[in-house]
């Protein structure tokens, strides 16, 4: 079955630091691949998203590259703000089937001032 | 700019007790989802809805049940709560190949 791996947090920046979040996938056929954000007390939120292999997704200065050789979609920004501190979620939906979203476990992100 | 709209947002019950979790959403969608979401092991699908008229077990069905009750509507029922019920619970819709739409959750605890 799909499954995707990210890396555990919390992951403890400080301001402008650069961050990277690492995502893997265990998938058959093409699936599309997601970031999705979590502020506390809210519910999830899309961040961006690729659709096939080679296409950069990127939003408010986040990017990750649909990279189906490593099948990894890792996320990362140049220089974090403290209004980034949320929980990230790399998720993938299949092509076929009941196009339900797979996620990984999460990966808190905290930054300091 | 409603969305998807959940409710109730916070819940306490006792073992054994029933309740139903509303979910609404006024994109005109087809798909619906209801997710679970428990600590460090993401979100995972309780059951789904491809289409008005249509339900589907998802990854842990056991415990619930669900209504399409119109297209707008998709409501999750715990018939007998049970304590590793206890979780945060997300509704979601999704159109044709967009990406899916979540509502803000409802934190269900139970005693």
């Known amino acids: 079955g799909n499954s995707v791996t990210q890396m555990e947090g919390p992951v403890t920046l400080s301001e402008e630091a650069f961050l990277t979040i690492n995502c893997t996938y265990t998938a058959t056929g093409y699936p599309s691949l997601f970031w999705y954000v979590q502020y506390p007390g809210e519910g999830l939120q899309l961040l961006l998203k690729a659709t096939k292999a080679d296409d950069k997704g990127s939003n408010k200065g986040f990017e990750a590259t649909y990279r189906k050789e490593t099948t990894s979609f890792h996320l990362e920004k140049g220089s974090v703000q403290v209004s980034d501190s949320a929980v990230y979620f790399c998720?993938?939906?299949?092509?076929?089937?009941?196009?339900?979203?797979?996620f990984g476990s999460g990966t808190r992100l905290q930054v300091q001032p | 700019n409603a969305g998807v709209t959940q409710t109730p947002k916070f819940q306490v019950l006792k073992t054994g007790q029933s309740m139903t979790l509303q979910c609404a959403q006024d994109?005109?969608?087809?798909?619906m989802y209801w997710y679970r979401q428990d600590p460090g092991m993401g979100l995972r699908l309780i059951y789904y809805s491809a289409s008005e008229g249509t339900t589907d077990k998802g990854e842990v069905p056991n415990g619930y049940n669900v209504s399409r009750l119109n297209k707008r509507e998709f409501s999750l029922r715990l018939e007998s709560a049970a304590p590793s019920q206890t979780s945060v619970y997300f509704c979601a819709s999704r159109q044709s190949n967009q990406p899916q739409h979540f509502g803000d959750g409802t934190r269900l605890s139970i005693l």
């Open positions: 994109m005109n969608h087809n798909s």
């Open positions: 998720a993938l939906r299949s092509d076929t089937g009941r196009r339900a979203l797979t």
